[in-house]
């Protein structure tokens, strides 16, 4: 795939209309995502909002707006006299996830397998592709933003507002566990091989108009990936 495929992959509208924050509680939210994702701030963190102020450049209010939206979302919990932490990983949490990612995401792809327009393939296609091509160029950040994109894309896909919104909400935590089992194996791209393989099974699977084989790509994925994260534990 050319260099100019793989830009207009990561230059669509709405990444662009993500790359420009509209509040400083979205920007505090972004950052701290990256941040918890990767480990740089670690479960179990205490989360001091002064710190925070002042590593992050962005004031009392918005952080705290941020992480009621994580915590929303499970990447942080709040324990009495102890303030806000980064969620933990744990046996029981990890299955959790990786139960409900399996229900929702293996369902989104049989739903996009059956609804899906010649335009949603030819998009999901290209996003495989750059996913690919990203890995080879061990091009880390451009793999996790392709990667977050051919996730809502496919929800979209789907043609069902509640899996939209679902989706994207649990996609961080997921992410933070492939960041987890790269860290624990010395190195992302097998993970990143892993999810070229899954994404690559969805689509063969929606060109086939496969609703059973897309669901069962998607599944099988996830419990491997739960079976790899188990042994790391």
């Known amino acids: 795939m050319s260099p100019d495929v793989i830009e207009a992959a990561l230059t669509t509208p709405d990444l662009d209309d993500r790359d420009e924050p509209s509040s400083l509680a979205e920007k505090a ?35 705290r707006e941020a992480m009621q939206r994580l915590a929303i979302e499970g990447l942080v919990s709040h324990l009495p006299k102890r303030g806000m ?3 933990d990983i744990s046996v029981a ?21 059956t609804r899906a327009g010649e335009d949603d393939i030819a998009e999901l296609t290209r996003l495989h592709e750059a996913l690919a091509q990203t890995t080879g160029d061990d091009n880390v950040d451009g793999y996790v933003d392709l990667g977050r994109r051919f996730h809502e894309t496919l929800a979209r896909t789907a043609r069902n507002a509640y899996l939209e919104e679902a989706v994207p909400r649990i996609y961080n935590l997921h992410l933070r566990l492939s960041f987890f089992i790269s860290r624990e194996i ?45 042994g790391l534990l």
């Open 85 to 87: 932490l980064v969620g």
């Open 29 to 63: 939210y972004r950052l701290l995502v990256r941040k918890i994702t990767r480990l740089e701030l670690p479960p179990g963190e205490i989360l001091a909002e002064k710190a925070l102020m002042v590593e992050l450049g962005i004031g009392r209010t918005p952080i």
């Open 93 to 113: 949490t990890v299955q959790q996830i990786y139960e409900f990612r399996a229900l929702i995401e293996g369902f989104t792809a049989r739903l996009a397998a």
């Open 186 to 230: 010395g190195g992302w791209h097998p993970v990143a091989h892993a999810n070229d393989e899954m994404t690559g099974g969805v689509v063969d699977a929606l060109k086939r108009r496969d609703p059973e084989a897309a669901e069962l790509v998607m599944k099988s994925y996830f419990s491997r990936r739960h079976q790899v994260l188990r």
